[in-house]
């Protein structure tokens, strides 16, 4: 990743805490990282935990922000979420994966989207 990629995904991840918050979601953690994958934010919204992947882009050349969610990062989100479950004895808490969309684009105002329930948990061995 190109240094100005990672400013660009750190200011992204940045917007994001401070919509949520606004939205009234808790943030209880940031950038959860365990050898099978990475949760870029965990937080709880009406006493649901929710898992989410922030995507941020600088134009729309590529596509939507949360269409770079591929399959095999949901696994990965995935797999992180439920070590984190397991670790912190939450199985049985209600819990769902939303994708947060940052669109920047120069001269604008940075763009927010929440995608709640974004996927469904993807897992495979």
Do not use: W
Not at 6 to 18: D, I, M, N, Y
Not at 51 to 75: C, D, L, M, N
């Amino acid at each position: 990743m190109t240094k100005a990629r990672g400013e660009t995904g750190r200011h992204g991840e940045e917007l994001a805490v401070h919509f949520l918050s606004r939205q009234g979601y808790r943030i209880i953690a940031r950038n959860y990282r365990v050898s099978c994958g990475e949760v870029d934010i965990i937080a709880q919204e009406s006493g649901v935990l929710v898992f989410i992947e922030v995507k941020t882009r600088t134009g729309s050349g590529y596509g939507h922000p949360a269409e770079s969610v591929t399959f095999r990062k949901r696994q990965q989100i995935s797999k992180a979420a439920l070590v984190y479950l397991g670790k912190e004895r939450l199985m049985d808490r209600p819990a769902r994966f939303d994708v947060v969309s940052v669109l920047l684009r120069q001269g604008a105002e940075p763009q927010v989207e929440v995608i709640k329930n974004a996927f469904d948990l993807s897992y495979a061995g």
